[in-house]
């Protein structure tokens, strides 16, 4: 079983950056498209941003233009670059695969942005 590792979290001012990172375990994690996805409290997990094995990405509305999903096929990471931020992108932060596995949800990294 693949497992997702997420870090980079923490706590930033609107307008501040943070880059997210998430290791992959495993050898398939070069032929498959990976998500970041966020839940806030009281809602449900949403897709925030996608990207295929062959580098395509694709972004939630409210995040395009802010944030840029990449990936390092040879370290087995998918990143999230978060610019701009604000305090509606306060969440916890999930990688999984696109579409998402059941059971490859970690433990989420906790992003909170201070207004």
């Known amino acids: 079983q693949v497992q997702l590792v997420e870090s980079g979290g923490g706590l930033v001012q609107a307008g501040g950056s943070l880059r997210l990172s998430c290791v992959a375990s495993g050898s398939i994690f070069s032929i498959n498209a990976m998500g970041w996805y966020r839940q806030a409290p009281g809602k449900q997990r949403e897709l925030v941003a996608g990207?295929?094995?062959?580098?395509?990405?694709n972004y939630k509305d409210s995040v395009k233009g802010r944030f840029t999903i990449s990936r390092d096929n040879a370290k087995n990471t998918v990143y999230l670059q978060m610019n701009s931020l604000k305090p509606e992108d306060t969440a916890v932060y999930y990688c999984?695969?696109?579409?998402?596995?059941?059971?490859?949800w970690g433990q989420g990294t906790q992003v909170t942005v201070s207004s």
């Open positions: 999984n695969f696109l579409p998402s596995r059941l059971m490859n």
């Open positions: 990207i295929t094995s062959s580098g395509s990405t």
